[in-house]
């Protein structure tokens, strides 16, 4: 973009994105795209069985979202053939070595790569420890070996997760992971014991299954799910995602050696606030499951403290962020790490979502499948496990046994009552049970290095416009009211 130097460093290099089928990567491919043309080449890694089917799901996934619109109306009739001088999709997959890219392509791409960005991740509190571990973990082991490899590189950017913090109170800072560290002092985390115990329970398992549990898998997907669950909370972790990007991080940290590294420590991810398409978003995230079950009438109860501050970010500034940080460390024999949070610089509390919430249903409401308008209804929220406990108990524990045992003795008249009921307790405990801990973080992420970043950008006032990353020029309350829910209604709602 004329008068960018920050778009204008991208001119005539090649990066490499993992991940690029998610979120932001889609978001980042798009940006880099229309800020500078001229750049060389976008290498997408897409999980595919060959460069065909690699290139059918960028189109798919990636070129052909309402996310490209703009840039679409800017070439018009030149966009296709524009996007495939410039993208070209790699078939390949970061769980394997080379990142599972045909022997065929890769000594050209160890040429070619100036960037890396490795924003591959399974994103799933309650994912499975083997399939968490192969991605978050030695994925990002098998992104820096293939970095290494890179003779042009100059810059290696990861995308992690604010919350490898865990449920730390206070001021958390931004530093590096060390290998072997632990959130709880146990002293006893080691990757490849890790590694050795996810294959070990596999075996067992597959030894000591019957046929139809073989054959189901049923048995292995759930003590995967649960393993990984035990072993994040051994050590500190709440859930399986954050403890798997934080032994990735120390991996990272261990093997760099003299690689450009920025690590990306993003909170919540919300809707993009600006461009291309304010509200556009994917992916349902932790407060965006709160709205589209009150939508769909499965939630009349939480469990948080409104009072609370929560720690939120548009998409598009994370990508700015990324940006960023790519041009002002490139090249450098360095480690540095980026919070890119909201609660120190314009924090939020909980109410004011919740209040952005009930006004926009108000104004907006709720239809049924009848097609009648649903009466607005309030959510409880309660600050306390026992005052949530004995409103679950109250509400639905009781009148589901009552139900169950009236369903019994009336030849299954009221089954699909008790379905309903039951699918909103499970529901919202599966809410509670995963998000609940966040509702109440009391920890602030220390956002020192993205500071320094911002005013070192803002320097340029063209840079500073078009790579804004200041959540300090957000109205919650109206981003919330007028961008956010309503993209979440159009864009997640099903």
């Known amino acids: 973009m004329e008068g960018s130097k920050i778009a204008g460093y991208f001119k005539g290099k090649s990066v490499l994105i993992t991940g690029s089928t998610g979120f932001l990567g889609k978001v980042l491919v798009e940006k880099i795209l229309r800020v500078e043309p001229e750049v060389k080449k976008l290498f997408l890694l897409v999980r595919a069985q060959d460069t065909e089917s690699a290139k059918q799901r960028v189109q798919s996934e990636v070129i052909g979202k309402e996310l490209f619109k703009v840039l679409k109306e800017k070439h018009g009739k030149e966009f296709d053939r524009f996007m495939e001088e410039k993208i070209s999709p790699i078939a390949g997959d970061v769980i394997y070595e080379n990142l599972g890219i045909e022997c065929s392509q890769v000594d050209n791409l160890f040429d070619q790569i100036d960037i890396i960005v490795n924003n591959a991740a399974t994103t799933n509190f309650y994912e499975r420890y083997d399939v968490s571990l192969d991605v978050n973990t030695l994925g990002a082991k098998h992104v820096l070996e293939f970095a290494k490899k890179c003779v042009n590189l100059k810059m290696l950017l990861h995308v992690s997760t604010a919350y490898v913090a865990g449920l730390q109170e206070g001021l958390i800072q931004e530093k590096p992971l060390k290998m072997g560290e632990t959130l709880n002092g146990s002293t006893s985390l080691d990757i490849e014991s890790e590694i050795r115990l996810v294959e070990e329970t596999k075996k067992e398992l597959h030894l000591s299954e019957t046929d139809s549990l073989k054959n189901s898998g049923k048995l292995e997907r759930t003590v995967m799910k649960e393993l990984g669950i035990k072993r994040a909370r051994k050590y500190g972790w709440p859930n399986t995602y954050v403890f798997t ?87 450098e024999n360095t480690e540095t790490i980026y919070h890119v949070s909201s609660s120190l610089r314009n924090p939020i ?46 509400r639905y524990k009781l009148p589901l046994e009552a139900l169950h045992m009236v369903n019994l003795l009336s030849c299954g008249r009221f089954t699909q009552s008790y379905k309903e009921l039951s699918q909103r ?46 959540p300090k020029i957000l109205d919650w309350s109206n981003y919330f009211h007028q961008t956010h829910i309503p993209g979440v209604m159009k864009f997640l709602r099903k």
């Open 425 to 470: 307790f499970r529901f919202i405990m599966l809410l509670v049970d995963l998000y609940a801990p966040y509702s109440f973080f009391k920890g602030r992420f220390d956002d020192m290095n993205l500071q320094k970043l911002r005013l070192e950008i803002e320097k340029d006032p063209t840079d500073a416009e078009i790579f804004c990353f200041d």
């Open 349 to 394: 509390l909980f109410r004011t979502f919740e209040q952005s919430g009930y006004r926009y249903f108000r104004e907006n409401p709720r239809v049924g499948k009848n097609g009648k308008t649903i009466a607005f209804k309030t959510v409880h929220f309660f600050n306390t496990i026992g005052g949530f406990k004995a409103y679950m108990t109250l």
């Open 245 to 331: 990007k934080a032994l990735g991080e120390m991996v990272l940290d261990h093997m760099r050696g003299d690689v450009p590294l920025v690590i990306i420590r993003p909170t919540i991810i919300t809707s993009l606030h600006k461009d291309p398409l304010p509200g556009w978003m994917e992916g349902i995230r932790t407060i965006d499951s709160f709205l589209l079950g009150y939508a769909k009438g499965n939630l009349s109860c939480y469990l948080a403290d409104l009072n609370e501050i929560m720690d939120v970010i548009p998409g598009d500034m994370v990508v700015n962020a990324m940006i960023a940080a790519m041009v002002m460390h490139s090249g």
